[in-house]
């Protein structure tokens, strides 16, 4: 395939490589500042942007960059930003064998970023790139393998021999949070309200011993074990002013097992769900928080600020 | 009663069914201008039916058409205003109004929050006198209240237990349910079909208290020990987690100091008012029942006074305004049954079919009303055929059309106002809905057992029953071996059609 004969202005189907060219590659730049090399990778894309809007676009990108660094994988960070007027998803890459610092965390500097420019009312673009580069961001050491790449032009056979291709679709899989709190079954109430209140959780997933989602337990149910509804009928709080309820829970917590309050109304979606059906969870059921399985096995949680900020701002 | 919930009927199924209650309500039109009835009996017959019909079918629309056939009588001249005024049962609806204030103001109280604690607080509670205690509960909770307010608590106690121990609430909640059907039947209070018929027939709490308790009482044990048998399994499950949790030394809820006083004087004074109306207004030379119906306004306006910073709140919120409004376009259409003569024409086809025997007609009376009521609302069901009990002018048959109507409604899950509220507060609570069949297998059981209980009670005691005005302006209730001659025959014809 030459670069960029196949760009449609549908991604869908389309490999990653098809989103930009050799001239786009920014291959061994010398820079080091993050802005810097943002604003040098946009005037890369220059003749797809328009020059009239190219200090917008950095800026935009910039701003983006200092809200939630996007360092996705070691050494490898993917800016992005939405930009009006944009027709399609574009791409500029840039590699660095100094090393960019993205963040001030450890692991910060990137050797391999990626630039991405989506149509502002493309709410899925962006998170179909990152969809079609999970193969290669979860294997360790390509931020090195492609830095030692010596030209433009093999830093785009290596996207293209890659095979990476957009998904039709954004899966439930893309958007979630791998990392996330949880419980066992056989914990106490004691542990769940440690981690809400270490966490400032409403929702607390509880599984079993092999990784398998047993239940859900919310604050609200924790709250509700203290107030069932024959005491909230009450219009005079008096009998309760001191949370004389809580008394209780404080005297069992540690020997009430989360088993007894977790419940099982909660939604879940498959991995390989369309992300759509996670909105659709969230607003047909009203709940705050959808929990992602493989198999029975909970791989993930994806919260409406999530949802929100991966589908409609990232 | 009412029917599933119709919430996000596609326009397909709208149709379908729209049409459905058209053509059933054209081939009533046709029935029964083939039996000959007059202009006015068609009209009101098919407006009937077809509120009827929209209940079962449409139970989200069920005011809008009980409007709308109101206004078709209105406009086709077989309804007046004064027709309607009179036929509406005001009294009736008024009491029920103070009651659901007066109900209302009780929660707040934490009247009910105090008799939830006593059983939560319990010791050595088993699953067994769990069971128990929530049926009688719910039975003498629906005598004294009403069989809506009686289940909204009872669930709450239910679920209470039931979720904090990990169990299914659902045996508990069915017999919940069909203890609250059976103890409606209890009292004049108890369902807005005994207040009808108590209305109606000038029965006083007292004739309850004497000929319909007692059925009640009976009703209830019979299906007791039925429903302890039927959920041996899932009773002994919750008496193993109840000593489990015994063991660990935790209780069933939080109990906290509830002021519970106010309410509980509250609520003696408004039953005893109930219950002593008849003698309060002899003493007072009142007309008869005019306490009983003015009594829950008077109460509901004293405590409306007492907490006037909430008053707009009971008027507004407590008060179910979309159900009596139904219930008063419903009478009103029923009146039009009676004042059509529909009424005293079912009457003498029945009383012929049936050789105007008491006797015969009490079972009869009371299977119709059983099986008419597990499909249909049972008020409606009552306010269709309670003209034509009042026809065959038999005491004992308005205590088969009560008994009918209540136990009746235990045999599906949408027999009656209690069923649907209980279901609906399982499904907003568990999101899944209970099980139809799970239901119609225990709840046919217990409907029979319990009809023929009462069928047997009231056949004992129908001898008994004192052959009085039933009305002022009735007959005599007439039983063939009472002691006194039973002047009444069955009408000779309807009433002159207007």
Redesign the interface.
């Known amino acids: 395939m030459s670069q960029g004969d196949s760009m449609a202005d549908s991604t869908n189907g389309a490999s990653f490589s098809s989103l930009f060219t050799s001239y786009q590659v920014l291959c061994h730049t010398p820079i080091v500042d993050r802005d810097e090399l943002i604003c040098e990778m946009v005037r890369a894309l220059g003749p797809a942007l328009g020059q009239g809007q190219l200090d917008q676009v950095v800026k935009l990108a910039i701003e983006r960059e200092d809200e939630m660094p996007s360092v996705l994988a070691p050494g490898i960070a993917l800016p992005h930003a939405r930009i009006r007027g944009l027709q399609r998803l574009v791409v500029a890459v840039s590699t660095s064998q100094k090393g960019v610092r993205f963040s001030d965390d450890v692991g910060g500097v990137v050797k391999l970023i990626i630039l991405v420019l989506t149509p502002h009312d493309s709410p899925a673009a962006y998170l179909q790139a990152v969809s079609s580069l999970a193969g290669i961001l979860q294997v360790p050491g390509t931020a090195d393998k492609v830095a030692d790449l010596d030209s433009g032009e093999k830093v785009w056979h290596f996207f293209d021999r890659g095979g990476l291709i957009l998904p039709d679709y954004v899966c439930a899989g893309d958007i979630m949070r791998r990392q996330f709190v949880s419980v066992h079954s056989d914990d106490t109430c004691e542990a769940a309200i440690d981690l809400f209140v270490r966490h400032q959780l409403a929702d607390l997933p509880v599984v079993d011993t092999d990784g398998r989602l047993a239940g859900l337990v919310t604050a609200d149910a924790l709250l509700k074990?203290?107030?069932?509804?024959?005491?909230l009928?009450?219009?005079?709080l008096?009998?309760?002013i001191n949370f004389?309820?809580f008394a209780?829970?404080l005297r069992?917590e540690g020997?009430?097992w989360l088993?007894?309050i977790m419940s099982d109304?909660y939604v879940t979606v498959s991995e390989d769900s369309p992300a759509i059906e996670v909105a659709k969870g969230m607003c047909k059921?009203g709940v705050r928080q959808v929990l992602v399985l493989r198999g029975e096995e909970l791989v993930g949680v994806i919260a409406i600020e999530d949802f929100i900020t991966k589908v409609l701002r990232e | 009663m009412p029917s599933v919930r119709h919430k996000g009927l596609t326009p397909k199924q709208m149709f379908v069914r729209g049409m459905l209650v058209l053509v059933l309500s054209a081939s009533t039109a046709l029935f029964v201008r083939a039996l000959d009835y007059t202009g006015p009996q068609v009209i009101a017959c098919t407006v009937f039916a077809m509120t009827v019909l929209a209940t079962l079918l449409f139970w989200e629309f069920r005011l809008a058409v009980a409007f709308l056939g109101i206004a078709a009588l209105f406009s086709c001249d077989v309804l007046t205003l004064d027709r309607f005024v009179e036929s509406c049962e005001l009294p009736v609806i008024l009491f029920l109004v103070g009651m659901m204030i007066t109900v209302g103001v009780l929660?707040?109280?934490?009247f009910?929050?105090w008799i939830?604690?006593l059983i939560?607080g319990m010791h050595h509670m088993t699953g067994t006198a769990f069971a128990v205690t929530v049926m009688v509960l719910s039975a003498l909770l629906a005598c004294a209240v009403d069989e809506v307010t009686s289940i909204v608590?009872v669930c709450?106690?239910v679920?209470?237990v039931c979720d904090?121990l990990?169990v299914s609430a659902t045996p508990f909640l069915i017999m919940a349910v069909m203890a609250t059907n059976i103890g409606s039947a209890g009292t004049m209070i108890g369902n807005p079909v005994g207040l009808l018929i108590s209305h109606r027939a000038g029965f006083t709490f007292e004739d309850f208290l004497i000929w319909a308790f007692p059925v009640m009482l009976a009703c209830l044990l019979t299906a007791v020990g039925v429903l302890l048998v039927w959920f041996r399994r899932e009773i002994r499950e919750l008496s193993e987690r109840l000593e489990e949790r015994r063991q660990?030394k935790?209780?069933l809820?939080?109990?906290?100091?509830?002021?519970y006083r106010k309410g509980l004087v509250i609520f003696v004074v408004t039953v005893a008012a109930i219950a002593f109306h008849h003698r309060l207004e002899a003493l007072l030379d009142l007309e008869q029942n005019t306490l009983l119906m003015t009594a829950p306004l008077a109460i509901a306006g004293i405590l409306m006074v007492w907490r006037h910073e909430?008053a707009k709140h009971y008027i507004e919120v407590e008060v179910d305004w979309w159900e009596l409004l139904f219930f008063m376009m419903l009478f009103a259409k029923a009146g039009a049954l009676e004042h059509t003569g529909v009424a005293s024409r079912v009457a003498r086809d029945f009383g012929t079919a049936f050789h105007g025997s008491p006797a015969l007609l009490l079972p009869v009376i009371l299977g119709i009303s059983a099986i008419g009521s597990a499909f249909v609302d049972n008020v409606v069901f009552v306010a269709a055929f309670m003209p034509v009990v009042r026809e065959l002018q038999a005491t004992p048959l308005w205590w088969a059309l009560l008994f009918g109507a209540c136990l009746g409604g235990n045999v599906t899950m949408i027999g009656s106002a209690a069923n649907v509220i209980a279901i609906g507060v399982f499904e907003k609570r568990?999101?899944r809905s209970l099980d139809f069949w799970q239901w119609l297998k225990v709840g046919t059981v217990v409907g029979v057992v319990t009809c023929v209980v009462a069928w047997g009670g009231l056949t004992l005691m129908a001898k008994h029953m004192p052959v009085r005005p039933l009305h002022p302006h009735d007959g005599w209730g007439a039983w063939p071996d009472s002691h006194e001659a039973a002047p009444a025959a069955l009408p000779d014809g309807p009433e002159e059609p207007r």
């Open positions: 074990v203290c107030l069932p509804d024959y005491i009928w009450m219009q005079d008096s009998p309760i004389e309820p209780e829970l069992n020997k009430t088993a007894d109304d059921r | 929660k707040e109280l934490g009910f929050s939830i604690q939560v608590f709450a106690l679920f209470q904090t990990r660990q935790q209780a809820g939080p109990l906290v100091r509830v002021p909430r568990h999101r």
